[in-house]
């Protein structure tokens, strides 16, 4: 087991991404006007990409056109105090071509929030890294 | 209830720092290095103010001196896709005065991981925002 400066164990990149691909909600991080902002999302991981869909309009489509973002999962045990996370730092592209689009919509992915949500956010998961807080 | 453009309700100031009070875990986001970056936390609110323990050699610790940082709650119910999130932006400050961090070593606020936690994060609530997913 490695562990960091914090004392947090260090997870390996197959085992962030299996729960990356298992986690329901995630949060891009992204700037907004200069400021740091956060949105939690629900998403799929299509091959090693992180999917997400929103409306066309929203800040979240805007801000996050071929930008650096943060992606981030976790999921914590308040009783035993332990837990994980997993972040993704990758560029945010605006999915636009009408062949990539088309095979978007066959994933199973609908956005919990209701109305239009015509707009694909892909996210490259080139950086990745986890933590575990030792048991 | 208002709702915003994507569909969200808007959450009022008291209802966003009621959920913030009783949150276990939050996520601070900052800049490292030019690249977003997130990092789960356990915190406490004090008065108005956040308040995060680390260890004073940490990234979180050099990367939120004087910084402007935002600071993430949220709870989502996977089964109902409902849930609801709030989002502070502020100044993160570096607590030094010898006062000030006598007050703070009296909260009942114990890092979940292990190691040194000396040094204390104050991060202002000035600007609150929060949304739900309608029911």
């Known amino acids: 087991m490695r562990i960091d400066t914090a004392g947090l164990e260090i997870l390996r990149r197959a085992e962030c991404l299996r729960l990356l691909a298992a986690a329901p909600i995630g949060r891009i991080v992204f700037t907004d006007r200069a400021l740091p902002a956060i949105q939690p999302v629900n998403f799929t991981l299509h091959g090693a990409d992180i999917i997400v869909r929103t409306a066309p309009d929203t800040k979240l489509a805007q801000a996050t056109r071929d930008s650096v973002v943060a992606f981030e999962v976790d999921d914590y045990d308040v009783y035993e105090r332990t837990g994980w996370s997993v972040t993704v730092v990758g560029i945010g592209r605006a999915v636009t071509d009408l062949a990539e689009l088309a095979e978007l919509r ?30």
Do not use: K
């Open 106 to 135: 066959t994933l199973p992915l609908r956005a919990w929030a209701p109305g239009d949500r015509a707009h694909y956010i892909r996210i490259e998961t080139d950086i990745v890294t986890g933590r575990r807080i030792p048991g």
